[in-house]
């Protein structure tokens, strides 16, 4: 066997458990008191046993029978407190691990770059923050002290098996060559199995978590039952893994304890022999065969712990594979400071292709310059680049080539708290948060009054229909807004922008949602919220847009005119052509 397939480096992501079983030392080193406290006292309840048979039923011995049983019941007792021990602090070290592992995982994948989830799955995430650090505190809690306890008594067992007759022993050792294999061979297969398996769980939840979001589409086009066939589809393949581990488990523990149990029936036979012949006593084969019974029954559950460990491997794995991931967008060494106030922003010739599609270009050569204050709007046909540029100011991602600056400032020499601090964004798709109305407006600004969030609701004309609302402010809005109407969400995800006061205000189609009342109040709301502060505005209905100081007209990644709204009409056809469609019918020239 070459040293890469070596069973025990199989194990070695595990050792990505240590620093956090590091911080609670004391407790891991207090559970392994109580194991080998445990574990000793196993080992010398058939020594009392064997004295009870040799000497507590001889007539020599009548008087002290007592003494022997009372030393069986001490030993019982040692062993029922160290066991008990044991059992609670390894239980909390799984318990408190895992719940630190969680959070470690959760804490960094809520930290990376959003082009992350370009490429991955949020319900494969959700599946190792859940399934994954289960399988790690069942080795953690469980599994990996009973492989230490039943490995110190099989080592333990083999002494004294040893120390009570030599020669029926060494047939045991001989037999026990026969156990290594299977443990070895389907211990590997195991591992891999087990990293097959919770990858297809995972594709379950990810397609889980994909359609329950959209459960208004999927029931408008009637798909619920393509959708259970997909999901259940997923769910076979999931049960087909799973079936190929259980199987490769139970062939393991059928040949273990067949190979484990044949030899000590051979064994014991040889010492039936040696009793009859004289060579050993009634009490020593007693002690014997006891010591088989626990040395065997060590050998059969480290079996099974070794099949749990290989399933906790696999699962450690990827843990720290996502623990391992290094956003592409990351804090500068030494970050600078934004001065205080309205930031002007600038773009030089900035290139950028997103990670998932590298051969195309969402911005080329854009060069931009919007003065500290000014009101900015960016036009044009969808995919020309305009909600690039927003990711781009947020540091979502960083440009190929060029650079984006704020405040003078290049951005990816600035902190992300102090970046993302000074801006405030309303998206097109606005989030809303399982929450009540109050919190999800105070998310802007977490240490707001209530008055202060009351304002900011009043100044996106949402006062209105949240105090409607069963609770008003305190009311439920459900998870992802579903008790909301799309303008009343929007409304809340404005409230939540104005609340915050940012120098730099990012409007992603922040009335679209709008009937033609609402959107008049919330154009006036934005209007104020605009004055002393940058503001760029992304909006495809151009009436949104004419009182802008200046429009940015984009087209396929790069700036193709700029000016205000009735110069671009004369001087820009893709604008006029724009406005024509969007004009044409309701007059508004």
């Not at 318990?95 to 319900?123: C, K, L, M, N, W």
């Not at 997923?234 to 067949?258: G, K, Q």
């Not at 480290?302 to 592409?328: C, F, I, K, N, Y």
């Not at 009043?458 to 439920?476: C, H, N, V």
Request: proline share 4%; charged share 20%; aromatic share 6%.
């Amino acid at each position: 066997m070459s040293v890469a397939s070596s069973p025990w480096l199989r194990l070695s992501p595990l050792a990505g458990l240590l620093p956090y079983l590091r911080p609670y030392r004391l407790r891991a080193w207090m559970a392994l008191l109580a194991l080998i406290v445990a574990a000793a006292a196993t080992l010398l309840l058939p020594v009392a046993f064997r004295f009870l048979i040799d000497h507590g039923f001889s007539q020599r011995a009548a008087a002290d029978i007592n003494r022997y049983f009372l030393g069986l019941f001490g030993v019982a007792t040692v062993l029922a407190l160290a066991t008990a021990l044991r059992f609670y602090c390894v239980s909390w070290l799984g318990e408190r691990v895992t719940a630190d592992i969680r959070r470690a995982v959760y804490q960094h994948v809520i930290r990376v770059s959003p082009e992350y989830f370009e490429v991955t799955q949020t319900g494969e995430v959700l599946s190792r923050l859940t399934t994954d650090t289960t399988l790690v505190q069942t080795v953690i809690g469980t599994s990996l002290s009973m492989g230490l306890r039943n490995a110190l008594l099989m080592l333990g067992g083999l002494a004294m098996l040893m120390a009570t007759s030599p020669s029926l022993t060494a047939y045991i050792l001989v037999t026990l060559l026969l156990v290594v294999l299977p443990i070895v061979v389907f211990g590997r297969r195991v591992r891999t199995l087990s990293r097959s398996s919770q990858d297809r769980i995972a594709d379950s939840s990810a397609i889980a978590g994909e359609t329950l979001n959209a459960i208004p589409t999927v029931q408008a086009f009637n798909q619920q039952v393509r959708e259970s066939r997909r999901f259940g589809e997923s769910v076979e393949t999931s049960f087909d893994a799973a079936l190929a581990r259980i199987r490769a488990r139970s062939w393991l523990t059928v040949a273990v304890i067949l190979l484990i149990f044949g030899a000590i029936v051979f064994v014991l036979w040889l010492g039936a022999h040696a009793v009859l012949e004289g060579t050993m006593s009634a009490g020593q084969l007693g002690q014997f065969i006891l010591y088989a019974v626990v040395t065997a029954g060590a050998i059969g559950a480290l079996a099974e712990v070794w099949g749990d460990m290989q399933r906790a491997a696999g699962a450690t794995e990827r843990l720290m594979e996502l623990l391992s991931l290094r956003s592409p967008v990351t804090e500068p060494a030494a970050p600078r400071a934004l001065p205080p106030g309205p930031a002007g922003l600038e773009l030089r010739d900035v290139d950028f292709a997103y990670p998932s599609r590298p051969g195309q270009p969402s911005l080329s050569g854009v060069r931009l310059s919007v003065r500290p204050g000014e009101h900015v709007a960016l036009v044009g046909p969808s995919g020309a680049g305009k909600s690039t540029l927003f990711q781009l100011l947020l540091r979502f991602c960083d440009p190929q080539q060029g650079q984006v600056l704020l405040g003078g400032v290049d951005v990816r020499e600035l902190s992300f708290a102090d970046l993302r601090g000074h801006v405030g964004v309303v998206l097109q798709d606005s989030v809303i948060f399982g929450a009540s109305a109050l919190e999800n407006i105070r998310y802007g600004k977490p240490e707001a009054s209530d008055e202060e969030v009351r304002a900011a609701a009043r100044a996106a004309a949402a006062d209105g229909f949240i105090e409607k609302l069963p609770q008003g402010y305190d009311t439920y809005l459900g998870e992802r807004g579903v008790r909301l109407s799309g303008g009343q969400r929007q409304r809340i995800a404005i409230a939540r922008a104005i609340l915050k006061n940012p120098p730099l205000l990012l409007l992603d189609e922040a009335t679209s949602a709008l009937d033609a009342e609402s959107e008049q109040l919330v154009q006036q709301a934005l209007e104020r919220a605009a004055q002393n502060r940058t503001t760029l505005v992304i909006a495809h209905r151009l009436a949104t847009v004419k009182q802008a100081d200046r429009i940015v007209v984009l087209d396929q990644g790069r700036i193709v005119a700029e000016g205000n709204h009735q110069s671009l009409l004369a001087g820009s056809p893709l604008y006029a052509r724009l406005a024509a469609l969007q004009f044409a019918a309701g007059g508004d020239a």
